[in-house]
């Protein structure tokens, strides 16, 4: 049984990790599949989802950012119709404190940050004040120019050093430890051996000291391993979904919920158990 602290919530799972199903609410997503409303959030629920990740700004490579009165125009209707018929923990997928403060007004649990917390120095005490979790993600740049800035001398002891600093950066914000998850940024200023390392190792992040979140679902390393478009990656992202969590991995990112927790039964099914 794992247990996680997410906001003011404690969930457990029977699985070796969560599955966390994107919703993205968004017209200009990477995986077209993956945008929607209520109607695609029921579904990952229905499909065994313990957590929701709602976003409304695209991160694709490329992509520009928005203002966060658009975020919040899209995420609000769908947040609202979601928590018409569930209480399922929900992450929001932002930088900006007013985009948080509107969704926790709505019934959000935790921010997912792609700029750990650098952008907007208010989120970080509005996180504490509300007891929300945080996910804190490793990138360079921005989405508009980070694939240009993949080279690394060590990546995987400079992605965990960043994420050990912005953790301890959350807790002298006071926000409790046991609300900070790490994102190694897989797809996030990093070339395909980059990912492969982070996968293999990602266990060792912070020392292990923070549940990690591993974000792979469909992400462009897989067509440099596979040659495969974007609509056939699925078999890729369950295997390196898997190795992530028998590597130490406690959370996956999923377009793909149900495919995701069966692949998840039968690791648990064949006898794994981390730490044994």
Not at 181 to 202: H, M, N, Q, W, Y
């Given at each position: 049984m794992k247990t996680l602290l997410f906001g003011k919530k404690t969930i457990q799972t029977q699985n070796p990790a969560f599955v966390m199903g994107i919703v993205n609410c968004t017209p200009d997503s990477f995986f077209k599949e993956s945008r929607g409303g209520k109607k695609r959030a029921l579904r990952l629920i229905e499909e065994g989802a313990d957590i929701l990740d709602l976003g409304a700004e695209s991160t694709r490579p490329g992509s520009d950012f928005i203002s966060a009165e658009e975020e919040i125009k899209r995420?609000?209707?769908?947040?609202?119709?979601?928590?018409?018929?569930?209480?399922?923990?929900?992450?929001?997928?932002?930088?900006?404190?007013?985009?948080?403060?509107?969704?926790?007004?709505?019934?959000?649990?935790?921010?997912?940050?792609?700029?750990?917390?650098?952008?907007?120095?208010?989120?970080?005490?509005?996180?504490?004040e509300k007891e929300l979790s945080v996910i804190l993600m490793h990138k360079r740049g921005s989405p508009r120019d980070m694939q240009k800035n993949t080279r690394y001398a060590d990546v995987f002891n400079e992605v965990s050093r960043y994420l050990k600093e912005r953790a301890l950066f959350a807790q002298s914000c006071g926000i409790?430890?046991?609300?900070?998850?790490?994102?190694?940024?897989?797809?996030?200023?990093?070339?395909?051996?980059?990912?492969?390392?982070?996968?293999?190792?990602?266990?060792?992040?912070?020392?292990?000291e923070y549940p990690v979140l591993m974000a792979?679902?469909?992400?462009?390393?897989?067509?440099?391993?596979?040659?495969?478009?974007v609509e056939d990656r699925l078999g890729g992202t369950l295997c390196a979904n898997i190795l992530s969590v028998c590597n130490g991995a406690s959370l996956l990112r999923v377009?793909?919920?149900?495919?995701?927790?069966?692949?998840?039964k039968v690791l648990k099914a064949v006898g794994y158990s981390k730490g044994k």
């Open positions: 995420l609000i209707p769908v947040l609202r119709s979601i928590r018409k018929e569930s209480d399922i923990p929900i992450s929001i997928d932002t930088r900006k404190k007013s985009v948080m403060e509107a969704c926790y007004n709505e019934g959000a649990d935790c921010v997912n940050d792609i700029s750990a917390l650098e952008d907007d120095e208010e989120l970080s005490f509005f996180v504490k409790s430890k046991e609300r900070i998850i790490v994102d190694p940024g897989i797809g996030f200023a990093k070339d395909t051996e980059s990912c492969v390392r982070l996968i293999a190792e990602c266990g060792k992040l912070c020392g292990g792979l679902s469909r992400k462009s390393f897989l067509k440099d391993l596979t040659l495969r478009a377009h793909d919920v149900a495919a995701t927790v069966d692949a998840l």
